[in-house]
Each structure stands twice: as structure tokens, then as C-alpha cells.
């Protein structure tokens, strides 16, 4: 099988590594690297397997799609997540194993990569082996949890920057139309303020109205009531002077000759009455 250029490039800078051992203490260059990377000191001496892969990856430029891990159970869940995980081995893959032969990648506790396949057995390169060598080992499957694939991560990478592309523009904001008038009609504040009016127009009305509103009171008790009177019949050779009576003053007014005497002009209410022509005047 070809190698893809990731592959390669990850290949040559591990296999520029074969024979290396750790120093005491479990100090190596690469768990050194790693500690300053991720500023820890705790990983100077810590199991080196997937460090050195991240150190390896970082050299050959390919980081982004090997991945930059310590713990080997982490570092198979991003594979997972990126879509990248396999079940088959091949040339540059890294190989997830689990000594105690189970499948999930809860216990997974070393990593190495994959050099080459031969029949049932996987031919590979790992760190931290034979207590402390970087060296080539030939592998059953058995113990193997799943594989993950560097070319996979890029490829899908590739395709999701390619599905963004893909998403529609944004139409043009249209032009305003020239504005109008008319346009403020059927707006939330053209409709308060129409109620506002409506409110104020209805309160003025009602408050004209009850001011408006007369009442008519019954005349004192004891005010008297002027009644209309039958003019009485002319006697013969004679005629009756004529008095028009005010119903609404009760006063005497107009042609009566009594009419205009001074005590009549004090506002007191008189009553018409009748005197026969040859009554004598008081």
C-alpha cells in the first residue's frame, strides 16, 4: 500500500529515533519537550509512549492531524470524534492497544505506528518498550483496540472547510422605498397614539356634558303664582282697559295705567284683578 504524505513525513522523523533509551528516573527528550509544551513538569518523567509520537509529529509538520497527547485513552477518543477511527490496520495508522485484550478505548494503555502489514501481524515502531527503548516490534492483533488514521482526520477536515464554503451568501439588504407620510399609519405608536386621542376626545365630551346640564327648580313656596284671567265682558257704553300680565316675573306690565306708578317699579309682585268700570280708582 502507498504511503499518503502524512504518513511518510510521520515515518521518517520516528524511524531518525530508533535506539533511543530513557535516562534514569524515566527522563527522556521527549517528555522533557512535552512538560515545556504544556507547561507541567510533572510529564518529564512520566510513560513516554504517546509523547514522543507528539514530538515526532510536531517535527514532521503534521500535528493537526496526529495529535498532541500524553494519555493514550484521550488521544483515541479524538480520533473517534474526528471520524478517523478504523478497525483495519495500515502504513502510518496509529495502533491503540489494551495488554489485558479488551475493545473499548477506556483501557487503552500504549500507542504505537504502524510500519508496515504483513498478513495477520502488524509490523510497528514504539517508544517506552522493553522497559526503556524506542524500538520495531512485530505485533499479534489481538491485543489491539482500533487504529486511527491521520489522512482520515485531514480528509475530513478538507470536507468540512469545503461544506462552509457551500453555505449560501447573504442577499444584498434591499433599498429602502422613499418614505411616506402614510407610512407611520398602523405602526405600535400611530396606534397608541390614536387611543391617546380617542381617550381624551371621549373625556372632554363627557365633562362638557355634565356641566351642560341645567336644573329646573319649583318657585318658593311661597311665591306666588301668577294664573291667567278671563278678561271679564265689556259693559255696555264702556270698556275694560286691558293689563298683560308677565307669567314668567310675575309682574304687572305694559298698558294698565297702574302699570307705571312708583309702587310698581319696587319688583313686587302684583297680581292682576278685575274692577268694574264704575268702581270708583283707590
Given at each position: ?75 483515541a477518543v479524538w480520533f473517534i470524534k474526528q471520524g478517523a477511527w478504523s478497525a483495519e ?194
Open positions: 500500500m502507498a504511503l499518503d504524505r502524512i504518513a511518510e513525513a510521520l515515518l521518517r522523523e520516528v524511524r531518525q529515533e530508533l535506539g533511543y533509551r530513557e535516562k534514569g528516573g524515566q527522563h527522556t527528550k521527549f517528555g522533557h519537550w512535552y512538560a515545556d509544551r504544556v507547561q507541567d513538569s510533572q510529564y518529564r518523567n512520566a510513560p513516554w509512549c504517546d509523547m514522543f509520537i507528539a514530538w515526532a509529529a510536531d517535527r514532521a509538520g503534521v500535528a493537526d492531524y496526529v495529535g498532541q497527547f500524553a494519555w493514550t485513552p484521550s488521544h490496520p495500515e502504513p502510518g495508522a496509529l495502533v491503540f492497544f489494551d495488554w489485558k485484550g479488551g475493545k473499548s478505548y477506556k483501557g487503552v494503555d500504549h500507542v504505537g505506528i504502524v510500519e508496515r502489514v504483513s498478513g495477520e501481524k502488524i509490523h510497528t515502531i514504539e517508544a517506552n518498550v522493553d522497559r526503556v527503548w524506542l524500538k520495531r516490534k512485530v505485533r499479534e492483533t489481538d491485543k489491539v483496540v482500533g487504529y486511527g488514521l491521520p489522512r482520515a482526520v485531514k480528509t475530513n477536515a478538507t470536507l468540512t472547510e469545503i461544506r462552509s464554503t457551500e453555505l449560501p451568501f447573504a442577499s444584498a439588504p434591499r433599498q429602502a422605498a422613499p418614505g411616506s407620510p402614510f407610512d407611520v399609519l398602523g405602526t405600535p405608536q400611530a396606534l397608541l397614539a390614536a387611543m391617546v386621542l380617542m381617550t381624551v376626545v371621549l373625556s372632554l365630551r363627557f365633562t362638557s356634558r355634565r356641566r351642560g346640564t341645567h336644573r329646573r327648580f319649583a318657585p318658593p313656596w311661597n311665591a306666588p303664582h301668577p294664573t291667567p284671567r278671563q278678561p271679564a265682558a265689556a259693559p255696555s257704553g264702556g270698556r275694560v282697559p286691558r293689563a298683560r300680565v308677565s307669567l314668567e316675573a310675575g309682574h304687572l306690565e305694559a298698558s294698565h295705567p297702574e302699570a307705571s306708578h312708583p309702587e310698581a317699579s319696587h319688583g313686587r309682585h302684583l297680581t292682576a284683578t278685575r274692577r268694574r268700570p264704575y268702581e270708583p280708582k283707590p
